[in-house]
């Protein structure tokens, strides 16, 4: 190996070598000068320093900000842009005001803990600060690869998360508000019986053309969804993009229930049309969830977040006896295990109906 570019020779004959040993805190890079009477003797100096360097003293030179601008700059286009900002704010807004000038090689379980404790005195959810110690995880896993030092933590107490289940939104409530729907019909009414009768997203909602609408074979693809997500650049704003779903399990087509085909029809409009909107700017999901409280409002129905309708269309998948594979696939699941977890909530009346059907067979 040789080293022209960091090996000179000197006005008094001596040959000098140069390596970097980290960088200033403006990002200006440090040298560490080795000296030989001869060009091989320098190069011999400047291989060991290097490597002593790569070996021992990395991790005092590499602090959190720069592993985080290297580690951010490293998966720029290997995820989506809601992710890549989802990092940015937890970065910029947690984890930097409290590591960033530390030295990675500070960062012990001890260090962890303390930050955990303190986040969740401030009142942020168990389950948002798990979720900050293991985008900080991941980053510092990358440092270690990168720059060649180690660090336990394995001894960090991530807090216990309690998974609230949603609810299905009662039978009654359900009732009223299809009637109310039905009666009303508008292009925000059509939106809302879409995801209650086949349990798509608010975001996939908002993104639906009207060339993803098959009605010859009676199908729906789904392929993009609507995102406000965080600009991290200390100014709050936010920003709406268009992206691919949520994951490729999430793309996928869904036979669209004969129940809706009329109202397909008669808002059928400009294949680039957004179908919620009826043009060809999207209905961003924060603006669809506005509206669709007040239409509780005017329907005179209990109050219940959008998600919910998802919930209920999964759970009256289950009641009407779809079998899980099935409904893993129209909710757009990477795992049966998933919709297992998250949605299939049977009642009590549903599972007394089971138990007493089973009796019949005996």
């Known amino acids: 190996m040789r080293f022209c570019n960091s090996i000179t020779k000197r006005k008094d004959g001596r040959y000098m070598g140069k390596f970097i040993i980290g960088y200033d805190d403006s990002g200006k890079a440090l040298y560490q000068y080795v000296y030989g009477r001869t060009y091989e003797e320098a190069e011999e100096k400047l291989i060991i320093g290097r490597e002593i360097e790569s070996r021992f003293l990395s991790e005092r030179c590499v602090t959190v900000n720069r592993a985080y601008s290297e580690w951010l700059g490293s998966v720029a286009n290997r995820v989506k842009p809601s992710t890549y900002a989802n990092y940015k ?214 109050y219940h977040n959008y998600h919910q309708l998802r919930h209920t269309f999964a759970t009256n998948c289950v009641q009407s006896g779809f079998d899980a594979k099935t409904l893993s696939n129209v909710l757009g699941h990477s795992s049966v295990t998933l919709t297992l977890m998250r949605y299939v909530h049977p009642d009590i009346a549903y599972e007394r109906r089971m138990m007493n059907d089973m009796c019949m067979l005996v």
């Not at 590591?99 to 404790?117: M, P, R, W």
């Not at 639906?208 to 199908?219: E, I, P, Q, R």
């Not at 700017?281 to 969830?289: D, F, G, H, L």
């Open 89 to 302: 704010l937890k970065f910029e807004k947690h984890i930097l005001p409290a590591f960033g000038d530390k030295l990675c090689s500070e960062l012990t379980s001890n260090v962890f803990n303390s930050f955990i404790d303190k986040k969740l005195a401030d009142g942020l959810s168990a389950s948002y600060v798990k979720d900050i110690i293991i985008v900080l995880k991941t980053m510092l896993k990358f440092a270690q690869d990168e720059f060649n030092f180690k660090l336990s933590l394995k001894n960090i107490s991530l807090p216990r998360t309690e998974k609230k289940s949603a609810k299905a939104i009662s039978a009654d409530d359900q009732s009223t508000l299809v009637k109310y729907l039905e009666s009303n019909m508008s292009l925000t009414s059509f939106g809302v019986l879409i995801s209650l009768l086949m349990g798509i997203r608010i975001g996939e909602l908002c993104g639906l053309k009207w060339s993803d609408v098959d009605l010859k074979n009676k199908t729906l693809y789904i392929e993009r969804t609507v995102q406000r997500i965080a600009i991290a650049n200390g100014d709050h704003k936010t920003s709406v993009i268009i992206s691919s779903p949520k994951s490729s399990a999430s793309r996928r087509v869904i036979s669209i229930p004969d129940r809706l085909i009329k109202y397909f029809e008669r808002f059928k409009d400009h294949t680039n049309y957004f179908v919620l909107s009826g043009s060809e700017k999207a209905v961003e999901p924060r603006t669809m969830q506005y509206r669709y409280k007040r239409l509780l409002a005017a329907a005179k129905v209990k």
